[in-house]
C-alpha cells in the first residue's frame, strides 16, 4: 500500500496514516524541499515571486501538510508508537525548517525581488518574509549561525518533551473515590467517574485531572478532602512537588534550558532578551509596552477583584462557618455563592446545552451574519467521534473543517484551531486550494445514550475556536503567507476567536440553541437573566488572573536570568498582582504550555490585548443591533470583509480601522466586564 503521507490529491488520509509511514514520508519529502532550495538559490535562478513559489512554496507546502498531519495525530490520538516516529522525526524536520529561514542565498534571492513587480498581497508577504529571515538568523555567519540552528533544534526537542510530560502527568493521575467522597458531584460526572473504575476492573469512581472530571468536582464535591487531593494533584502536575513516581514528569530543568537558550538567541539576533525579538512581528511596539498595558489594566481590575475576594470571604464565614478557606476551597464558595446570589448552578444550565443543539445554534448565527451555508461533507478522520463540515457562499465552497470534540486519552488538554491546509491560488496548477482547519475541544461526552452536555464556559470555548476557524477559512486573500491567520500579528489573531463569545451572552442567539436534555424545552428566560446578572461574576479576579500570566511570561522573557530559578519572579508577580495568592507548592508555571510549547512564549499578554479589539469591534454590532436583538447582517458583513477576509495582507491597525473607523480603547473592555466606573 502506499504511503499515505505523501497523498497530496485531496485531504490527508487519517484512516491509513501509520507510525511507520512517518520515517519513508519525511526522507522524501525533506529531500524534495532541499532539491528545491538548492534550485531557487543557484545563481541563475530568477529573483522573482512566483517563480520561488512554484518550486519551493510547493516543496515545502507539501513538507508541511504531512508533517502537519503528524503532529495533529500526535496531539489527539498519541500512542507510544506514533510519539517515537514523531520525536525520530523530528529533530530533522526542524533542521530543514531552519536552514530554510537562515539560508543567506534564499535572502538574497527575497531582497532582489521588485516589489513594484508584485501584487498587494505579495508585498505584504514579502515584507513579512525579509523580516523574518532576520529573526531566523539569516545575516548571521560562521559559528554564529550553526549555534543558533542548533538552538532551533533543541528548543524543538525540549518543548516537545515539555508537552509530552504535561499529557502524561494529566494521564497518569488516577483517584478512585467511594460513592460518599463524592457528595454534590453532579451526577453525570458520576456516571462517567463509576464506568471508567469499571473498565478498568476496579470498584469505586475514577477521578482524573482532565477538565471534565476535575473541573465539577472542585466546583461541587462538599468534602474538602477530596477537593484538596485533585487540587494538589493539579496544582504540583509535571513538576518537583508531585507525589511520588509523578516526579519523573518534572519539567523544572526543561524550562531553564528552554529559558537560557531563548535568551542566547535573542543575543544572537542582536537583542537583549527574548521578549524584545517576541514583540518584533507583533502589534506591540515593545516589552515595556505590554509591561505598562498589563500594570494599567491590573490597577483598574484591582478594585473589582478585591470585591470578589471580600464577597467570597464573608459568604464562607457567615453562611458556611468557614473562617479561613484554602486554595481548593475557592472554586467550591464561588459556585456556592453564585448559586445564592443568583439562584442558579451551572448544572442547572448544563441541561439546556446539548451539543447537537448547540452546534446548531452556532450554525445559524454563522450563516446569518456571514452570508454562508454550512453542511456536512464526508473525509478520512482519525476517531469516530470526528465530524467534517463544508462552508459554502452562493454554492461555492469556501471552505471545510474538522471538529473533534470529546476528551480522551492520548489526546492533549485544552482547545485550539489549527490549519489543515490554506487558502492558495496554487503556483504549480494554477487551482485555487480552498481552506481546511481542525477545531477541537476537550468536552465531556454524553452518558446513558443522551447527547454531551456543554456547560456554558463549553459554548464559550467552541464559540471561541470557530471565531479562530472563521478567520481561517473565509479568508479572499489568494497569497499563501498571508491569507487567513497567515501574516496576522500574533497579538491580534485573537480578535476573530474572542469577539465571537460575545454572541454566548445575546438572549435572541442564545434561545435558539438550547433543548433541555430530558425535556427538550428551550432555555428559560428567568435562567437567562441569572446567568446575564451573573456574568461579570469575579470579573475582577478573573482578569487579574489572566494578567498575572502575561506579567509573568513577560518578566519571564525581559528581566529574568534564565539561569536563575524562575519560582521568585512568579512570587514576585503574584505578590504584585493576584488578589488570592496560592499556596508555595503550586507550580501552574510546569504546565504552561502555551508559552513553553505553545508558540506564545512572551506573547501571552495577547489574549488581553486582543480582547481590547474584540470588545470595540462587538460594540458596533451592539450599536447597530436589529429591533428584534439580533445582529444587522450589515454590519456581519463589513466585520467580514475588513477583518476576516482580509488575512493578514494588510496590518491588524489597518483592517481594525477599516471597520470601526477609528484606533481601538479600552472602554468597551471595561464595559463588558462590568469594571466600568
Not at 183 to 188: E, F, H, I, K, Q
Not at 304 to 330: I, M, N, T
Not at 436 to 451: E, S, T
Not at 624 to 653: F, N, Q
Given at each position: 500500500?502506499?504511503?499515505?503521507?505523501?497523498?497530496f490529491?485531496?485531504?490527508?488520509?487519517?484512516?491509513?496514516?501509520?507510525?511507520?509511514?512517518v520515517?519513508?514520508a519525511?526522507?522524501a519529502?525533506?529531500?524534495?524541499?532541499?532539491?528545491a532550495?538548492?534550485?531557487?538559490?543557484?545563481?541563475?535562478?530568477?529573483?522573482?515571486?512566483?517563480?520561488i513559489?512554484?518550486?519551493?512554496?510547493?516543496?515545502?507546502?507539501?513538507?508541511g501538510?504531512a508533517?502537519?498531519?503528524?503532529?495533529?495525530?500526535?496531539?489527539?490520538?498519541?500512542?507510544?508508537?506514533?510519539?517515537?516516529?514523531?520525536n525520530?522525526?523530528?529533530?530533522?524536520?526542524?533542521?530543514?525548517?531552519?536552514?530554510l529561514?537562515?539560508?543567506?542565498?534564499?535572502?538574497?534571492?527575497?531582497?532582489?525581488?521588485?516589489p513594484?513587480?508584485?501584487?498587494?498581497?505579495?508585498?505584504?508577504?514579502?515584507?513579512?518574509?525579509?523580516?523574518?529571515?532576520?529573526?531566523?538568523?539569516?545575516?548571521?555567519?560562521?559559528?554564529?549561525?550553526?549555534?543558533?540552528?542548533?538552538?532551533?533544534?533543541?528548543?524543538?526537542?525540549?518543548?516537545?518533551?515539555?508537552?509530552?510530560n504535561?499529557?502524561?502527568?494529566?494521564?497518569?493521575?488516577?483517584?478512585?473515590a467511594?460513592?460518599?467522597?463524592?457528595?454534590?458531584?453532579?451526577?453525570?460526572?458520576?456516571?462517567?467517574?463509576?464506568?471508567?473504575?469499571?473498565?478498568?476492573?476496579?470498584?469505586?469512581?475514577?477521578?482524573?485531572?482532565?477538565?471534565?472530571?476535575?473541573?465539577?468536582?472542585?466546583q461541587?464535591?462538599?468534602?474538602?478532602?477530596?477537593?484538596?487531593?485533585?487540587?494538589?494533584?493539579?496544582?504540583?502536575?509535571?513538576?518537583?512537588?508531585?507525589?511520588?513516581d509523578?516526579?519523573?514528569?518534572?519539567?523544572?530543568?526543561?524550562?531553564?534550558?528552554?529559558?537560557?537558550?531563548?535568551?542566547?538567541?535573542?543575543?544572537?539576533?542582536?537583542?537583549?532578551?527574548?521578549?524584545?525579538?517576541?514583540?518584533?512581528?507583533?502589534?506591540?511596539?515593545?516589552?515595556?509596552?505590554?509591561?505598562?498595558?498589563?500594570?494599567?489594566?491590573?490597577?483598574?481590575?484591582?478594585?473589582?477583584?478585591?470585591?470578589?475576594?471580600?464577597d467570597?470571604?464573608?459568604?464562607?464565614?457567615?453562611?458556611?462557618?468557614?473562617?479561613?478557606?484554602?486554595?481548593?476551597?475557592?472554586?467550591?464558595?464561588?459556585?456556592?455563592?453564585?448559586?445564592?446570589?443568583?439562584?442558579?448552578?451551572?448544572q442547572?444550565?448544563?441541561?439546556?446545552?446539548?451539543?447537537?443543539k448547540?452546534?446548531?445554534?452556532?450554525?445559524?448565527?454563522?450563516e446569518?451574519?456571514?452570508?454562508?451555508?454550512?453542511?456536512?461533507?464526508?473525509a478520512?478522520?482519525w476517531?469516530?467521534?470526528?465530524?467534517?463540515?463544508?462552508?459554502?457562499?452562493?454554492?461555492?465552497?469556501?471552505?471545510?473543517?474538522?471538529?473533534d470534540?470529546?476528551?480522551?486519552?492520548?489526546?492533549?488538554?485544552?482547545?485550539?484551531?489549527?490549519?489543515?491546509?490554506?487558502?492558495?491560488?496554487?503556483?504549480?496548477t494554477g487551482?485555487l486550494?480552498?481552506?481546511?482547519a481542525?477545531?477541537?475541544?476537550?468536552?465531556?461526552?454524553?452518558?446513558?445514550?443522551?447527547?454531551?452536555?456543554?456547560?456554558?464556559?463549553?459554548?464559550?470555548?467552541?464559540?471561541?475556536?470557530?471565531?479562530?476557524?472563521?478567520?481561517?477559512?473565509?479568508?479572499?486573500?489568494?497569497?499563501?503567507?498571508?491569507?487567513?491567520i497567515?501574516?496576522?500579528?500574533?497579538?491580534?489573531?485573537?480578535l476573530?476567536?474572542?469577539?465571537?463569545?460575545?454572541f454566548?451572552?445575546?438572549?435572541?442567539?442564545?434561545?435558539?440553541?438550547?433543548?433541555?436534555?430530558?425535556?427538550?424545552?428551550?432555555?428559560?428566560?428567568?435562567?437567562?437573566?441569572k446567568?446575564?446578572?451573573?456574568?461579570n461574576f469575579?470579573?475582577?479576579m478573573?482578569?487579574?488572573?489572566?494578567?498575572?500570566?502575561?506579567?509573568?511570561?513577560?518578566?519571564?522573557?525581559?528581566?529574568?536570568?534564565?539561569?536563575?530559578?524562575?519560582?521568585?519572579?512568579?512570587?514576585?508577580?503574584?505578590?504584585?498582582?493576584?488578589?488570592?495568592?496560592?499556596?508555595?507548592?503550586?507550580?501552574?508555571?510546569?504546565?504552561?504550555?502555551?508559552?513553553?510549547?505553545?508558540?506564545?512564549?512572551?506573547?501571552?499578554?495577547?489574549?488581553?490585548?486582543?480582547?481590547v479589539?474584540?470588545?470595540?469591534?462587538?460594540?458596533?454590532?451592539?450599536?447597530?443591533?436589529?429591533?428584534?436583538?439580533?445582529p444587522?447582517?450589515?454590519?456581519g458583513?463589513?466585520?467580514?470583509?475588513?477583518?476576516?477576509?482580509?488575512?493578514?495582507?494588510?496590518?491588524?491597525?489597518?483592517?481594525?480601522?477599516?471597520?470601526?473607523?477609528?484606533?481601538?480603547?479600552l472602554?468597551?473592555?471595561?464595559?463588558?466586564?462590568?469594571?466600568?466606573?
Amino acid at each position: 500500500m502506499s504511503n499515505a503521507l505523501l497523498d497530496f490529491s485531496d485531504l490527508p488520509q487519517f484512516d491509513r496514516i501509520t507510525p511507520a509511514d512517518v520515517a519513508p514520508a519525511m526522507n522524501a519529502l525533506l529531500e524534495k524541499a532541499s532539491a528545491a532550495l538548492e534550485t531557487v538559490t543557484a545563481a541563475d535562478f530568477p529573483a522573482r515571486w512566483d517563480a520561488i513559489a512554484k518550486v519551493l512554496d510547493v516543496a515545502t507546502e507539501h513538507l508541511g501538510t504531512a508533517w502537519g498531519a503528524v503532529s495533529h495525530l500526535n496531539s489527539v490520538a498519541d500512542t507510544p508508537e506514533l510519539r517515537a516516529a514523531y520525536n525520530a522525526a523530528l529533530p530533522r524536520v526542524t533542521e530543514f525548517w531552519t536552514r530554510l529561514g537562515a539560508d543567506e542565498r534564499l535572502y538574497a534571492k527575497y531582497k532582489a525581488i521588485d516589489p513594484a513587480s508584485l501584487t498587494p498581497e505579495q508585498r505584504q508577504a514579502h515584507k513579512n518574509a525579509v523580516r523574518n529571515f532576520v529573526l531566523s538568523g539569516a545575516e548571521l555567519t560562521g559559528a554564529a549561525k550553526e549555534r543558533f540552528a542548533q538552538i532551533q533544534e533543541r528548543q524543538a526537542e525540549l518543548s516537545q518533551k515539555f508537552s509530552e510530560n504535561a499529557l502524561d502527568a494529566t494521564d497518569a493521575f488516577a483517584y478512585y473515590a467511594t460513592a460518599e467522597e463524592l457528595d454534590g458531584v453532579p451526577a453525570d460526572v458520576q456516571q462517567t467517574a463509576l464506568a471508567a473504575a469499571q473498565a478498568e476492573g476496579k470498584s469505586g469512581y475514577k477521578l482524573t485531572l482532565k477538565m471534565p472530571c476535575y473541573l465539577p468536582v472542585m466546583q461541587f464535591a462538599t468534602r474538602s478532602a477530596l477537593r484538596e487531593t485533585m487540587y494538589r494533584a493539579y496544582v504540583t502536575r509535571a513538576s518537583d512537588q508531585a507525589e511520588g513516581d509523578a516526579r519523573r514528569f518534572d519539567n523544572s530543568a526543561l524550562i531553564g534550558e528552554i529559558l537560557v537558550l531563548r535568551r542566547e538567541e535573542a543575543r544572537l539576533l542582536g537583542y537583549d532578551n527574548f521578549g524584545q525579538v517576541s514583540v518584533v512581528p507583533k502589534m506591540a511596539q515593545s516589552p515595556e509596552e505590554v509591561v505598562t498595558f498589563l500594570r494599567d489594566l491590573a490597577r483598574r481590575a484591582r478594585p473589582y477583584a478585591e470585591k470578589d475576594v471580600a464577597d467570597l470571604r464573608d459568604f464562607a464565614a457567615s453562611q458556611l462557618g468557614l473562617q479561613d478557606p484554602q486554595a481548593w476551597d475557592w472554586p467550591y464558595l464561588a459556585e456556592k455563592l453564585k448559586e445564592a446570589r443568583y439562584a442558579f448552578s451551572e448544572q442547572e444550565v448544563k441541561k439546556f446545552f446539548t451539543a447537537p443543539k448547540v452546534l446548531a445554534g452556532l450554525f445559524k448565527i454563522i450563516e446569518t451574519l456571514f452570508e454562508v451555508s454550512i453542511r456536512r461533507d464526508s473525509a478520512p478522520v482519525w476517531n469516530a467521534a470526528v465530524e467534517f463540515y463544508r462552508i459554502e457562499r452562493n454554492g461555492q465552497l469556501v471552505g471545510q473543517f474538522y471538529l473533534d470534540q470529546p476528551a480522551r486519552t492520548g489526546k492533549r488538554g485544552g482547545a485550539w484551531m489549527d490549519d489543515v491546509r490554506t487558502r492558495w491560488l496554487r503556483p504549480d496548477t494554477g487551482v485555487l486550494q480552498t481552506p481546511v482547519a481542525h477545531l477541537v475541544c476537550n468536552f465531556a461526552d454524553g452518558v446513558d445514550g443522551k447527547p454531551p452536555l456543554l456547560t456554558h464556559d463549553d459554548v464559550i470555548t467552541l464559540f471561541h475556536e470557530f471565531g479562530h476557524g472563521l478567520h481561517h477559512m473565509l479568508t479572499q486573500v489568494n497569497e499563501r503567507d498571508v491569507s487567513g491567520i497567515g501574516g496576522v500579528e500574533w497579538d491580534a489573531v485573537e480578535l476573530p476567536s474572542q469577539f465571537m463569545e460575545n454572541f454566548c451572552w445575546e438572549w435572541d442567539v442564545l434561545r435558539n440553541m438550547t433543548a433541555h436534555v430530558d425535556t427538550g424545552e428551550p432555555l428559560p428566560r428567568v435562567l437567562f437573566d441569572k446567568m446575564t446578572a451573573a456574568k461579570n461574576f469575579q470579573s475582577g479576579m478573573a482578569t487579574l488572573r489572566q494578567i498575572e500570566f502575561a506579567l509573568f511570561d513577560m518578566l519571564l522573557h525581559t528581566d529574568h536570568d534564565p539561569a536563575q530559578d524562575f519560582m521568585p519572579l512568579l512570587a514576585e508577580v503574584r505578590s504584585e498582582v493576584s488578589v488570592l495568592p496560592p499556596p508555595s507548592f503550586s507550580r501552574t508555571a510546569h504546565t504552561f504550555s502555551h508559552i513553553f510549547a505553545g508558540g506564545y512564549a512572551a506573547g501571552y499578554y495577547s489574549y488581553k490585548w486582543a480582547e481590547v479589539l474584540s470588545a470595540d469591534a462587538y460594540a458596533a454590532f451592539e450599536e447597530t443591533a436589529l429591533s428584534d436583538g439580533l445582529p444587522s447582517t450589515e454590519t456581519g458583513r463589513r466585520y467580514r470583509e475588513a477583518i476576516l477576509e482580509v488575512g493578514g495582507s494588510r496590518p491588524a491597525m489597518e483592517s481594525f480601522k477599516a471597520f470601526r473607523g477609528r484606533e481601538p480603547n479600552l472602554d468597551a473592555l471595561l464595559r463588558h466586564q462590568g469594571m466600568a466606573d
